[in-house]
């Protein structure tokens, strides 16, 4: 009788939501990839140097973003990836987090993956945190994510799991929670997709999947298995040579990956999201060439970035998207993707359907940055109303043009240091005409100059002081058994 009484059950609410399933497609698995210091020139989509053919055929089958926008360094643009939250609303719009600096992305907003979680997902992060460990409740596992495997800080030897910061020598690699010598000497990115691989292959299909995976390549230090390197002979430039290599394995991680959820069932049903948190940093081999500057400018080679997204749920593909899309878009967008409701007191903006049909973008502006505290490591302040961008002081360390380099190391990448001289500098640029940005339209233009501005005041009155404490030896790695850990704030 009960069996009876549940098969009747079973049927009748087969019948009652399957309209209402038929409008809402189950939630797709997501994968979300994210490059580190990744340049606008450094896929082979657009630079025949590059040999990325796995990003390049996503991207093709895809939808290729091409006005798609982020903070010029990482952790800013992580925190507005995860929180979809401008970084001047979580005071981290100076610079970067430091390892001995007690921040993190504040604790009191909602992260993508505990969004996800209320919608059903296993949520998994393999690869660099770089949004603070100054105390557990900062760490991955702690902000919705159900497994974290890679490192906290911002940069680390990929071999030997190192971070010397300012002459304390650290280890920093996770397991979850618990610290990993396991990989000492393997190249981070092999273990990156082993542990992709692992997490593919045990999970229950019936469960949607998300995966972050915010690589550590190709960020420094230059390194890379000779067999990657060997790949680019015709390059001439060690430092170059190794970059592209770096790419190269990258890209090598995302074909495995790929292959992967093929081989269990779930590739039909993944939705590829990719970016890099900032553009390329030619001083370190990266490339952004013809965009201007570099990471750690807020001119365009700094801030726009190669992205796209692939598969489940797009209903238009093999196009370019050119709406333009900000990285606290992410967070709302992955949302919608998965079948939830996004936040709406956040700033980014769903731009979901937008992408997956080729409509228009829901975002006209967009704030490029806000630091009021000098010395403006990353550029002061710039923001973007329709086509014009507006840069008001220091823009950053790198102004000019950089080709790829070819025999040696070129030395025309110098750094331009804040001296308080460009306190007073106002840049205006129409990016539909000039996006490389070679004509400073502010003397021929003063009224969209002065209504650039205005719009600038507005946001600035709604901007929170940076948070960017003095160093503090309380996170010596000594303390905590040589590695980088939480505990010290
Ligand atoms: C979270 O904290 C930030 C910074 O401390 C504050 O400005 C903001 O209003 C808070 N937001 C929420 C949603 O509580
Ligand atoms: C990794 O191996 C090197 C060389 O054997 C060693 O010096 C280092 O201490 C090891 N790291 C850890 C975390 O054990
Ligand atoms: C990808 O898989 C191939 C074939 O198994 C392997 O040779 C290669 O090392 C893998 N690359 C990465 C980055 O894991
Ligand atoms: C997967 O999950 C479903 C639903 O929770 C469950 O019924 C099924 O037994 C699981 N499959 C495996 C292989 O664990
Ligand atoms: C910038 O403008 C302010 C206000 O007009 C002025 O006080 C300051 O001296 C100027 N700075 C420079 C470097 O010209």
């Known amino acids: 009788m009960r ?46 140097d590059i040999y990325t053919p796995n990003i390049d055929t996503l991207a093709k089958e895809g939808v290729i973003l091409d006005q798609a926008y982020v903070q010029p360094v990482c952790s800013p643009s992580r925190s507005a990836f995860m929180t979809g939250m401008y970084p001047f609303k979580s005071g981290l719009q100076h610079f970067v987090i430091w390892p001995n600096q007690k921040v993190c992305s504040p604790t009191n907003f909602t992260f993508l993956p505990q969004h996800l979680k209320k919608l059903g997902y296993a949520t998994h992060m393999i690869g660099k945190w770089h949004l603070g460990f100054c105390k557990w409740q900062c760490t991955p596992t702690y902000r919705g994510f159900d497994s974290f495997y890679g490192y906290y800080t911002g940069e680390e030897d990929y071999y030997k799991k190192s971070n010397p910061y300012q002459g304390k020598l650290g280890f920093d690699f996770r397991n979850n929670m618990e610290t990993d010598k396991g990989g000492n000497g393997t190249y981070s990115t092999f273990q990156y997709t082993a542990r992709a691989l692992e997490l593919i292959s045990q999970h229950n299909k ?47 991680v995302i074909g495995n990956v790929t ?94 359907d ?43 360390l790198y102004p000019g043009w950089y080709p790829p380099p070819t025999y040696t190391r070129d030395n025309y990448i110098k750094e331009i240091p804040y001296d308080g001289s460009q306190d007073n500098t106002t840049q ?22 002065g209504k650039l501005r205005k719009r600038m005041a ?32």
């Open 3 to 48: 069996n009876y009484l549940q098969n009747v059950l079973r049927v009748l609410c087969v019948i009652l939501v399957q309209p209402i399933a038929h409008v809402h497609a189950k939630s797709p698995h997501i994968l979300f990839i994210v490059a580190d210091d990744f340049g606008w020139n450094d896929v082979g989509f657009r630079n025949k």
């Open 206 to 252: 019936s469960q949607p999947f998300f995966l972050y995976m915010p690589l550590q390549s190709v960020h420094i230090p230059i390194q890379v298995p000779i067999e990657y390197e060997n790949m680019y002979k015709h390059i001439h430039n060690e430092g170059r040579r190794k970059f592209s290599g770096m790419v190269t394995a990258m890209d090598d």
């Open 259 to 352: 292959q992967a959820l093929k081989a269990h069932g779930m590739y039909d049903d993944t939705l590829i999201m990719f970016t890099s948190d900032n553009g390329g940093w030619p001083a370190e081999f990266g490339n952004n060439f013809p965009l201007r500057g570099s990471k750690i400018t807020l001119y365009e080679g700094g801030t726009r970035v190669t992205a796209f997204v692939h598969g489940a749920g797009l209903k238009k593909t093999k196009y370019t998207y050119s709406g333009m899309i900000h990285a606290i878009d992410w967070n709302p967008t992955i949302v919608a993707a998965a079948g939830g409701v996004p936040d709406t007191n956040i700033d980014g903006i769903n731009q979901w």
């Open 354 to 396: 937008n992408i997956r049909t080729n409509g228009q973008s829901g975002r006209t502006e967009f704030v490029y940055n806000l630091d009021d505290l000098a010395p403006y490591e990353a550029g002061h302040a710039a923001i973007r109303v329709g086509d014009y961008k507006l840069i008001v002081g220091y823009p950053g």
């Open 428 to 449: 205006l640029f129409n990016l539909k005409d000039d996006p490389n940005e070679y004509i400073d339209l502010s003397k021929t233009l003063p009224d969209v100059v």
């Open 458 to 489: 507005e946001y600035h009155k709604q901007m929170i002081p940076a948070n960017y404490p003095p160093a503090t030896s309380a996170s010596d790695p000594k303390n905590y058994n040589g590695f980088w850990t939480p505990g010290w704030c």
